[in-house]
Nanobody, 117 residues
Framework: QVQVVESGGGLVQAGGSLRLSCAAS????????MGWYRQAPGKQRELVAS???????NFADSVKGRFTFSRDNAKNTVYLQMNKLKPEDTATYYC???????????WGKGTLVIVSS
C-alpha cells in the first residue's frame, strides 16, 4: 500500500522560511517523480515544484529563486525549502508521487502553511 505523508507546515511571518517534508512508502521511491502542489482557499490546486528521478527540478514562476526542492532516496523523502515567504504563499501544500511506468499518482493529505503579513 502506497502512503504519502507531508509534514512541516505551520505559521510563519512574511520573509521567513519553512521546510516541508514528504515521505513516501510502498513504492520504489528512487524511480518516481515527486511534486509539490498547493491550494489556497477558493483557488485551484497548482503545481509549485517537481523533481524527477534524475533530480531535474521545475518550479512555478511565482516561487523561482525562493524555493528549492531536493530528494533523499535513502530516506524515501523529498524536501521543499521555502524562503522569503509571502502572504500569497498561504495554502495547503500537497505532495504527489508519480509512478512513470504505470501513470499512477499518489497524493498526501496536505500540510497547511500560513504566512502572516
Amino acid at each position: 500500500q502506497v502512503q504519502v505523508v507531508e509534514s512541516g507546515g505551520g505559521l510563519v511571518q512574511a520573509g521567513g522560511s519553512l521546510r516541508l517534508s514528504c515521505a513516501a512508502s510502498g513504492l520504489i521511491f528512487s524511480l518516481n517523480d515527486m511534486g509539490w502542489y498547493r491550494q489556497a482557499p477558493g483557488k485551484q490546486r497548482e503545481l509549485v515544484a517537481s523533481i524527477t528521478s534524475r533530480d531535474t527540478t521545475n518550479f512555478a514562476d511565482s516561487v523561482k529563486g525562493r524555493f528549492t526542492f531536493s530528494r533523499d532516496n535513502a530516506k524515501n523523502t523529498v524536501y521543499l525549502q521555502m524562503n522569503k515567504l509571502k502572504p500569497e504563499d498561504t495554502a495547503t501544500y500537497y505532495c504527489k508521487a508519480h509512478v512513470p511506468w504505470s501513470g499512477m499518482d499518489y497524493w498526501g493529505k496536505g500540510t497547511l502553511v500560513i504566512v502572516s503579513s
